[in-house]
């Protein structure tokens, strides 16, 4: 007897939270929502040494470098199936590349808090999102949460605008939250149940590949910029991408999708605390 044709959903893993190590998932969630935060300062502060392209460049080189060495300690563990990949090329894509590019190119026209805030409506889009399509429901307590949350976020931004603001920026900060909600959506539907740390590595050199378009603007502009400035960027590709992509993957095995997108609500919080510190 023939077997019926199996569909892409038949061939999804069991999405459901893996059963992990109890408390370390949200610490992995805590530290990425720190870094985060920070480079959203960091974009501000350097943009006007390096434009959006051959920043994402450097920040994606500098991140796949140094997951490149720690891959020679580690053994990978790279998918098996061809439509994963296909996926892992798509994601790296509009994560590592389009959604760095379309933020940096926001900030250049909005101020950090106001991005961070905009962009983080995302977890309300992935919240709604998992919770219809991939069956981790709506529960209440999760979406007053979130809403409460983003009421307050408002404020505080509201409270701390600085006047800097442009309808172009304002923009660019909803492409960049569409596309942040998407990849998480992507990463927990297709790519969770693979090797974490495999997964991010592929997707950054995926990113760090494409944005080799931007290589002759950024050779003049590292030539042109503050070294500490150079510097910052290369922080943006060790910390908040490397290290933090890594603690986001390794979060998303376990915890559902849109309860752990929530908890990026703080960051915008973080960002303009940070912003006062550092930006003034």
């Not at 020679?72 to 994601?91: D, E, G, H, Q, S």
């Not at 150079?230 to 992509?245: D, E, N, S």
Request: glycine share 8%; aromatic share 10%.
């Amino acid at each position: 007897m023939n077997r019926p044709a199996t569909d892409l959903r038949d061939s999804t893993p069991n999405l459901q939270p893996q059963a992990g190590p109890r408390g370390l998932p949200w610490i992995a969630a805590l530290l990425t929502m720190t870094f985060w935060a920070s480079s959203f300062v960091v974009i501000r502060d350097v943009g006007e040494a390096f434009s959006p392209g051959p920043m994402a460049l450097l920040r994606g080189a500098s991140a796949a470098v140094v997951l490149s060495v720690w891959m020679l300690f580690r053994r990978p563990k790279f998918p098996t199936r061809a439509v994963t990949w296909l996926i892992l090329i798509l994601w790296g894509v509009a994560w590592f590349a389009a959604y760095v590019v379309v933020l940096n190119a926001a900030e250049r026209s909005i101020d950090a808090g106001t991005a961070a805030m905009i962009v983080n409506i995302a977890p309300l889009i992935i919240a709604v999102f998992a919770g219809l399509v991939f069956g981790e429901g709506l529960p209440k307590r999760l979406l007053i949460g979130i809403v409460v949350s983003l009421l307050g976020i408002g404020m505080i931004t509201a409270a701390t605008f600085t006047g800097y603001f442009t309808i172009g920026g304002l923009v660019l900060s909803l492409v960049a939250a569409l596309l942040y909600a998407a990849c998480v959506l992507l990463q927990k539907h297709f790519l969770s149940r693979d090797d974490s740390v495999t997964v991010t590595w592929a997707g950054i050199l995926v990113g760090a590949l494409v944005s080799l378009v931007f290589a002759p603007g950024l050779v003049d502009e590292v030539a042109a910029a503050p070294v500490e400035m150079t510097l910052q960027v290369v922080y943006l590709g060790v910390v908040p991408t490397a290290i933090a992509f890594n603690l986001w993957g390794y979060a998303l095995k376990f915890l559902p999708a849109g309860l752990l997108s929530s908890s990026s609500l703080v960051v915008p919080a973080v960002v303009v605390l940070l912003a006062w510190v550092v930006l003034g």
